[in-house]
Structures are given as C-alpha cells and as structure tokens.
C-alpha cells in the first residue's frame, strides 16, 4: 500500500490527528493483507519524518528529486517503509 499525501491542517497539529490516520492507514493494509506500506517525504518535512519513526516506518532509500531543480537545490526524498508480514 502506498500512503500518498497525508497531511493535517496546522490549526489541529499536535493533537494526535496524524498519529490516528497512521494508524488507521496501517490497520487497513492489515486488515486487506498487504505486506507493506511505503510513502516518501521531502527532506523538508521533519515533523513527518518524526511521526513515520514513532509509528514504527523504517527509513528504506534516500535519493535526490530526479529532476532539474532536484539535483539542482539537492532536494532529497526519503522513501519509509512499514512492514506488515507477520504482524497480524
């Protein structure tokens, strides 16, 4: 499973909103037997970074943006993994 673009508004940060959809996000993979769930994030987003490590995702690659302006600032992607087998 691929979780793409989860985001809280800032307004309601800090109250575990994120740490619920995570979780939510999780227990649907489980439940429909995925092995794994992967997202990336921007080098930027520390706060992301910070929650994907308490929820238990792994740092899996790192790699600079693949395009002009991404080799250019050194815009780096960090792609987590969260592994799914044998966690029923």
């Given at each position: 499973?691929?979780?793409?673009?989860?985001?809280?508004?800032?307004?309601?940060?800090?109250?575990?909103?994120?740490?619920?959809?995570?979780?939510?996000a999780?227990?649907?993979?489980?439940?429909?037997?995925c092995?794994?769930v992967?997202?990336?994030?921007?080098?930027?987003?520390?706060?992301?970074?910070?929650?994907?490590?308490?929820?238990?995702?792994?740092?899996?690659?790192?790699?600079?943006?693949?395009?002009?302006?991404?080799?250019?600032?050194?815009?780096?992607?960090?792609?987590?993994?969260?592994?799914?087998?044998?966690?029923?």
């Amino acid at each position: 499973l691929a979780l793409k673009r989860m985001s809280v508004r800032k307004d309601y940060r800090g109250m575990g909103i994120a740490t619920a959809l995570g979780r939510t996000a999780l227990a649907f993979a489980r439940q429909r037997g995925c092995r794994a769930v992967v997202l990336n994030t921007l080098m930027l987003q520390h706060e992301a970074h910070a929650l994907y490590e308490r929820l238990g995702f792994r740092r899996h690659r790192h790699y600079i943006l693949p395009t002009a302006y991404g080799r250019l600032a050194n815009c780096t992607i960090t792609t987590y993994r969260y592994d799914l087998c044998g966690t029923r």
